[in-house]
Nanobody, 121 residues
Framework: VQLQASGGGFVQAGGSLRLSCAAS????????MAWFRQGPGKERDFVAA????????YHTDSVKGRFTITRTTAENMVYLQLTSLKPEDTAIYYC???????????????WGQGTLVTVSS
């Protein structure tokens, strides 16, 4: 599985962005796709996950109500809609995939390159 993230950029606080992740290779109904992020000087943290088949989602508390993960199976795309952005959301955002249905398990097998989101105050 190969993952290609895009859509990052520079935005003012309160603004919105949509990140995209193009997935290629064998993605089955047992896959879970996710977004992680790594801020300056911080460890990489989980943001949100979605089951490929069911569309069930899980978002970390700090982004609930502001970020939304979705997927389009026909196009092998995963998205992360970012709204009400805050300076602390500044980070490199990574998409990831695993052959595992558990939404809250954070061990992922495949990673894309990151896309940088910068939020100014």
């Amino acid at each position: 599985v190969q993952l290609q993230a895009s859509g990052g950029g520079f935005v003012q606080a309160g603004g919105s962005l949509r990140l995209s992740c193009a997935a290629s290779g064998l993605i089955t109904s047992k896959y879970t796709m996710a977004w992680f992020r790594q801020g300056p000087g911080k460890e990489r943290d989980f943001v949100a996950a979605i089951n490929w088949l069911s569309g069930a989602t899980y978002h970390t508390d700090s982004v609930k109500g502001r970020f939304t993960i979705t997927r389009t199976t026909a196009e092998n795309m995963v998205y992360l809609q970012l709204t009400s952005l805050k300076p602390e959301d500044t980070a490199i955002y990574y998409c990831a995939a695993k052959n595992d249905l558990r939404l809250t398990s954070l061990a992922y097998d495949y990673w894309g390159q990151g896309t940088l989101v910068t939020v100014s105050s």
